[in-house]
């Protein structure tokens, strides 16, 4: 299997719980730009593991701060995340340094090209991809919206934009997070944990909890849990180049 966002240094133990992924693809996504440089650092003896250069949005009263380092750092990262827009907070002046911060970060990626993008957008999908449509139909790099939590509708503008969708174990407990999984293209749907936010059985979820939502998506779509895996690995190979 693969995860394409975990945040493996927020574990409790880092080093162990990139040892259990045992060798499995996936994204170490990081929540602001001093925290990259250790994420290289720890995913350096896990080959498979791949550091994100991240800047979460819902530290919006210091994202501006982290910007300048964001940006300093963008050259030496093929993996972008977590980044994005969320509309939870009522407070306008950080919903403004949000976009503006958002803005600034696709306009580098875009610039730069080949990227790999994590982008969290919860109570924000509308804006997310009217930021991502700013720079054409298809943004330079690979889309990839964690969590996806947006309407129906929404999630039609994200499919024909060519965003992928990563899925995680407490998605497919949820009605909303199944309805919104049913309606997303088999081709387009990748595997995460997000892990340690997302619990599993009371405990942080880890990548290999992907194999829950393997087993949800086999059924939803009428086919082996083995051929189910197959697909999503090979979606996500084609998400970051691989």
Request: hydrophobic residues 50%.
């Amino acid at each position: 299997m693969h995860d394409a966002h975990c945040h493996f240094d927020l574990y409790p133990d880092p080093r162990a719980a990139c040892a259990q992924a045992a060798g499995m693809p996936a994204i170490l996504v990081t929540t602001k730009p001093s925290a990259f440089q250790r994420a290289c650092a720890l995913a350096g003896d896990f080959p498979a593991i791949h550091p994100a250069l991240g800047l979460i949005p819902q530290e919006a009263a210091a994202l501006e701060a982290h910007l300048p380092l964001f940006l300093d750092l963008l050259p030496r990262a093929r993996f972008v995340g977590e980044i994005g827009l969320d509309g939870v907070s009522p407070d306008p002046a950080g919903q403004a340094a949000q976009s503006r911060v958002f803005a600034a970060v696709l306009d580098a990626c875009a610039k730069a090209g080949g990227k790999v993008l994590s982008i969290h957008s919860r109570r924000a999908a509308t804006p997310v991809l009217d930021a991502l449509a700013a720079h054409g139909a298809a943004f330079p790099g690979a889309v990839i919206l964690h969590w996806f939590s947006g309407n129906a509708a929404e999630l039609v503008r994200a499919t024909g934009m060519g965003c992928f969708f990563s899925v995680n174990p407490a998605m497919v407990k949820s009605a909303n997070g199944r309805a919104l999984v049913r309606g997303m293209p088999r081709d387009r749907v990748v595997l995460e944990s997000d892990g340690p936010f997302v619990e599993v059985d009371g405990r942080p979820a880890a990548p290999a909890d992907g194999g829950l939502v393997v087993a949800h998506l086999a059924g939803l779509w009428g086919m082996s849990r083995e051929a189910a895996e197959g697909l999503m690995d090979a979606n996500f190979a084609r998400a970051v180049g691989n």
